[in-house]
């Protein structure tokens, strides 16, 4: 089973920043893809953006331009940096793995959540 773990999520006003981390076993990191999803109260789970270890990274529509995925491998992290949060973004935060090209999709292993407050 493979273990991954956010941490960073809170409650920012809208406008601000937020950087969301996931830690992720090191054979998972180096081989899988690893994205990050959320899901706000009732609506269903969505895509955020997904990257690999080379590098080639993907964003949903919503986000492209205010979230930025990075990686420090000496470290076993992928970031989430969200700048110039909405009250929309509001939501769970997920991190999620998969053996495969990065992008939307079904994933294989999922991390528990961390809240994303945005207030208006």
């Known amino acids: 089973q493979v273990q991954l773990v956010e941490s960073g999520g809170g409650l920012v006003q809208a406008g601000g920043s937020l950087r969301l981390s996931c830690v992720a076993p090191?054979?998972?990191?180096?081989?899988?893809?690893m994205g990050w999803f959320r899901q706000a109260p009732g609506k269903e789970r969505e895509f955020v953006g997904a990257?690999?270890?080379?590098?080639?990274?993907y964003y949903a529509d919503t986000v492209r331009g205010r979230f930025t995925i990075s990686r420090d491998s000496a470290k076993n992290t992928m970031y989430l940096q969200m700048s110039n949060l909405k009250p929309e973004d509001t939501a769970v935060y997920y991190c999620?793995?998969?053996?495969?090209?990065?992008?939307?999709?079904?994933?294989?292993?999922w991390g528990q959540g961390t809240q994303v407050t945005v207030s208006s």
């Open positions: 090191e054979w998972t990191f180096r081989n899988y893809a």
């Open positions: 990257d690999n270890w080379s590098g080639r990274t």
């Open positions: 999620a793995a998969r053996y495969g090209v990065p992008g939307p999709g079904e994933y294989d292993y």
